[in-house]
Every structure is written in C-alpha cells, then in structure tokens.
C-alpha cells in the first residue's frame, strides 16, 4: 500500500507564498509522474502543475511563472512552490502519483490521490 501525504498548506495574505509537499511513503519501487490538483468549492478538480519521473514540467497558464514543481526522488516527495498567490488559488490542493509497485510490471502499476491541504489566500 502506498500513502500520499501532503503538508505546507496555511492561510497567507495575497502576494505571499507557501510551499506544498507531497511525500510517498509504502511498499513500492518507485514513483512516475506526479500531479499537483486543486478544487475549490464548486468548481471542477484541475490539474495545476506535473512532473514526469525525468523532471519534464507542465503547468496550467493559471500559475505559470508563479508555481513550481519540483521532486526529490530519494525522498519520494514532490514540492509545489507557490509564489505570489492570489484570492483565486484558493482551494484544497491534493497530490496524485502514478506508482510502480513493482517496477517494469503493469499490472503493479497503480494510481494514488493524497488527503488533500488546504490553502487560502485572503486579500
């Protein structure tokens, strides 16, 4: 089994910043590639940020130039450096990972959502 667990969210004031992480811990070999989601109340599950297993990165046009994603893979655990937020990132952020379970094998390749952390932005 693995869990995904994420951490860093908090209440900060526009302008300011936060650092999100999401860090794997289980029985597995190793982690592919990580999204960084959001939902706020209402509003549809979006995918803000990504990260292959090679660091490739994509971000929604939202938060370009202001998020980014970053993994250290000998500790299984992907940040999401968030920088002059705004009202409108406001959300619960959760991490996803695809997983090798057991490495090479597909059907021991599984998908995993975190909790989720909350992050408010007031103006």
């Known amino acids: 089994q693995v869990q995904l667990v994420e951490s860093g969210g908090g209440l900060v004031q526009a302008g300011g910043s936060l650092r999100l992480s999401c860090a794997a811990s289980g029985s597995f070999d190793r982690i592919n590639a990580v999204g960084w989601y959001r939902q706020a109340p209402g509003k549809q599950r979006e995918l803000v940020a990504s990260i292959t297993s090679g660091g490739i990165t994509n971000y929604v046009d939202s938060v370009k130039g202001r998020f980014t994603i970053s993994r250290d893979n000998a500790k299984n655990t992907v940040f999401l450096q968030m920088n002059s937020l705004k009202p409108e990132d406001t959300a619960v952020y959760l991490c996803?990972?695809?997983?090798?379970?057991?490495?090479?094998?597909?059907?021991?390749?599984?998908?995993?959502w975190g909790q989720g952390t909350q992050v408010t932005v007031s103006s």
């Open positions: 996803n990972a695809d997983v090798w379970i057991v490495f090479g094998s597909p059907h021991n390749y599984q998908n995993y």
